[in-house]
C-alpha cells in the first residue's frame, strides 16, 4: 500500500467504488483526544547513537500472513521503503538516534501496530456507496508504535504508545465544519508524535542514558 492513502480508507473507498460511485475523495484530521509532544521535550546532551533501522509492520499485534482463504479479505502492507524514508527522517529531527548505512553501533527496531478497526470502515463505506446524493463516512484510524534499542550487548525497549486519527471518505464533497489535511501529512504527523513519544519513555526509564554511558 502506498503510505499517501490511510489504510481504512482504501478498504472504506473500496468499498463505496464498487456499487459505482464516480467521486471519492480522501481527507484526514488529528485525533486531538492524545497530547501532542515536541522534539524540545527530549533532553539530548550526547551525540546521537549510529545505529541501522529495521521496520516491522504488524496488524493487531501479529505480522500479516502472505496466505489468505477465498472471500478473505486482505489489508494491503504499507510501503516498507517509504515507513523507512519516513522514520529516517523523524529520527534525525529528535537528534537522538542517527540512521547509518555503515558504521552502527547496534540497531533500532520500530514495531507499527495497525489495530483499527476494519470491518467497521467495510460496513461504513458500503452503506455510503448504496446510497444516493453526496455522503461521506468517517472512519477512526488506530495504531500503536514501539521501539527496541539494540546497542554493544545492551537492549532497551519503550513501552507501545498510541496514534490516531480520523480519515473521511466522501462522495463529492466533505463536510463544511472539519478542518481536513492530506491524508498522508496527518498520518506522517501522526508517526513522529509516536516515535517522540516512545524516545520520552526510553528516556523516562534511564534506558536513553544507560545507551549512552556505554
Known amino acids: ?43 539530548n546532551n550526547n551525540e546521537p547513537l549510529k ?14 500472513s502472505k496466505e489468505r482463504s477465498f472471500m478473505e479479505i486482505q489489508v494491503p502492507a504499507p510501503d516498507m521503503n517509504m515507513l523507512r524514508q519516513k522514520f529516517t527522517e523523524a529520527f534525525q529531527h529528535t537528534g537522538m538516534v542517527e540512521i547509518v548505512q555503515k558504521g552502527e553501533a547496534g540497531t533500532v527496531t520500530v514495531t507499527l501496530n495497525d489495530v483499527s ?24 484510524e488506530e495504531f500503536e508504535l514501539s521501539l527496541s534499542i539494540q546497542h554493544r550487548g545492551m537492549t532497551v525497549n519503550s513501552s507501545a504508545v498510541p496514534g490516531a486519527y ?4 466522501a462522495k463529492s ?25 516512545c524516545l520520552l519513555d526510553m528516556q523516562r ?7 549512552a554511558s556505554q
Open 1 to 43: 500500500m502506498n503510505i499517501q492513502k490511510p489504510f481504512l480508507a482504501i478498504a472504506c473507498s473500496l468499498a463505496i467504488a464498487l456499487p459505482g460511485c464516480t467521486s471519492i475523495s480522501v481527507g484526514a484530521y488529528p485525533d486531538t483526544s492524545l497530547a501532542r509532544v515536541n522534539v524540545a521535550d527530549l533532553t
Open 173 to 197: 464533497k466533505f463536510p463544511d465544519d472539519i478542518q481536513l489535511r492530506p491524508s498522508r501529512q496527518v498520518f506522517d504527523d501522526m508517526l513522529e508524535q509516536m516515535l517522540i513519544k
Open 51 to 64: 545505529l541501522k533501522l529495521e521496520v516491522e509492520w504488524q496488524l493487531n499485534g501479529h505480522i500479516p
Open 205 to 211: 526509564s534511564g534506558g536513553l542514558a544507560k545507551l
Open 166 to 169: 480520523y480519515s473521511v471518505t
Open 117 to 140: 478497526d476494519i470491518a467497521d470502515a467495510i460496513d461504513k463505506g458500503t452503506q455510503l456507496g448504496r446510497s444516493w446524493g453526496d455522503g461521506y463516512v468517517t472512519t477512526k
